[in-house]
């Protein structure tokens, strides 16, 4: 008899406790904030060390000559965000939260988090002439990113190149290229005549609309 109450009760107990999901467990999990890493873009390439890797030393990112650079503030983690955590040997690298990664195709980060690391910089009035908006531009869509065209990872951006810069853009207007109409009477020579010649894809569409007027 008595064990029977005591089975009662316990079953009672049970379903008046209150059930805990997994998510509401990691919410409640201790969180360490990421920082910067003390020695920079060497501790990225302790790991990181590939030829892509290392070819961003000789691009202007990379120049600490140019104020402002990734180079002349926080390295790899300018871009890529603070790896203090990242690095960590308790982690094997895998951080909390992911670092920022580029890519084209809707792979790597939210588009969001790719668009702010690169106008953090590029889109500052700090830059003048060099200025990029892109936001409101013609490429300003969901499927696009700055790392759809340009590559960071490369001693020169390919888009700075007439011949590169054409097979870039022939991924998408391979058809507007090959069908492009004569201009002045002339045809286009994409051999010495690169696209941003005549069209400059960063600005909003209502400024290159009356632009071209």
């Known amino acids: 008899m008595k064990a029977a109450i005591l089975i009662i009760l316990t079953l009672i107990f049970l379903c008046q406790s209150p059930v805990v999901s997994a998510a ?26 590939g030829e892509k890797m290392r070819a961003i030393a000789a691009s202007p990112h990379f120049d600490m000559n140019i104020q402002g650079t990734p180079a002349a503030t926080h390295g790899c983690e300018s871009c890529h965000g603070k ?22 195709g809707g792979r790597g980060s939210p588009r969001d988090e790719q668009l702010h690391a690169c106008l953090s ?4 009035d700090s830059m003048g002439e060099m200025q990029t ?18 590559t960071a990872h490369e001693e020169s951006d390919p888009m700075g190149d007439i011949e590169a810069q054409t097979k870039v853009c022939s991924r998408c207007h391979r058809k507007d290229i090959r069908n492009h109409s004569p201009v002045k009477g002339e045809e286009i020579d994409f051999d010495t005549q690169a696209c941003s010649t005549c069209h400059d894809v960063h600005v909003p569409k ?8």
Do not use: M, W, Y
């Open 83 to 104: 790896g203090s955590i990242h690095i960590s040997r308790a982690h094997g690298g895998k951080g909390f939260p992911r670092l920022t990664e580029f890519a084209r």
């Open 133 to 150: 908006v892109f936001i409101g531009s013609i490429h300003d869509r969901p499927s696009i990113n700055c790392s759809s065209c340009h």
């Open 24 to 49: 509401e467990v990691a919410a409640q999990a201790p969180t360490r904030t990421p920082g910067f890493t003390r020695e920079g873009s060497e501790s990225c390439l302790r790991c990181h060390s």
């Open 121 to 124: 910089c590029h889109a500052d």
């Open 206 to 213: 209502n400024v290159s609309a009356e632009s071209e007027e």
